[in-house]
């Protein structure tokens, strides 16, 4: 290959380069129980109720986009607190991925975890109960990873159910609006379409 034959090849191979759409982030949602931030972390956690419809979830759109996308999210456990005091509980706890226009299930993901002491909740939330924070507080986190298909353009996270063990025996909660699950450090990548697609 001469040398003004290579010198082409690189222009052509950096021009594609430059061309080539560089992927981007949502972490923006549109979440129907805003509990509030960690006293640590500063995450925003947003609560997680049992629903089948979409608007009910916390809702991410998508903006205009190239093959599929991919969602992160930390899923916690929702542990009851009152203050310093941590009463036993074990909890496992159900969530679904729908696609927000349609309703279908495109994913599930679960976490599961148990409280008897205070490292076993990732934070506390600021609020107006004992030592200035709320009595429900996120366990552990436990890190999820979802393709979403190229075609949706919307995703909705709702709960399922939750399994919950304490002293008194074990109970599953599964009724509508009934809080599931804790989701915080969502983010959704993207490829932007092409300009002029």
Do not use: W
Not at 93 to 104: H, Q, Y
Not at 123 to 144: F, H, L, N, Q, S
């Amino acid at each position: 290959m001469t040398r003004v034959a290579l010198l082409a090849c690189v222009v052509s191979a950096t021009a594609f380069a430059a061309a080539a759409p560089a992927n981007k982030f949502v972490t923006e949602s549109q979440c129907p129980s805003d509990l509030g931030r960690g006293v640590k972390s500063r995450r925003v956690f947003c609560d997680i109720a049992a629903a089948t419809d979409p608007a009910k979830g916390d809702v991410v759109r998508i903006p205009p986009h190239t093959g599929a996308s991919t969602l992160r999210f930390d899923l916690h456990n929702r542990f009851a607190v009152a203050g310093k005091t941590l009463p036993f509980a074990r909890a496992t706890a159900l969530v679904a991925v729908l696609n927000a226009n349609s309703g279908a299930v495109i994913e599930r993901a679960a976490v599961m975890g148990e409280l008897r002491a205070e490292l076993d909740l990732f934070d506390r939330i600021v609020g107006t109960g004992p030592g200035g924070t709320k009595t429900i507080a996120p366990g552990r986190a436990e890190p999820v990873t979802l393709k979403i298909p190229a075609a949706v353009t919307a995703i909705s996270i709702v709960g399922v159910r939750v399994e919950v063990t304490t002293k008194a025996g074990t109970e599953v909660f599964s009724s509508p609006g009934r809080p599931v699950a804790i989701v915080s450090n969502l983010r959704l990548e993207y490829t932007p379409s092409a300009v002029g697609k």
